[in-house]
């Protein structure tokens, strides 16, 4: 899986939501939290992508 090409899909998708707010149906509570949780997941992924390590128990 491309995460960067993915994650530019889905951050594109939720700010297209957040700019609607609920006129398309789409809560813009949600939109707010997914794209606060895809910049984590950016994040963990240029983390990971330097080297970094997960926690054990973790997989990537």
Aim: net charge negative.
């Amino acid at each position: 899986m491309d995460v960067e090409a993915t994650l530019a899909e889905l951050r594109a998708l939720v700010t297209g939501c957040l700019s609607t707010g609920y006129s398309d149906g789409c809560p813009t509570e949600w939109a707010q939290d997914a794209l606060e949780a895809l910049e984590l997941v950016a994040g963990l992924d240029e983390y990971l992508s330097r080297g970094g390590c997960l926690p054990s128990g973790w997989t990537r």
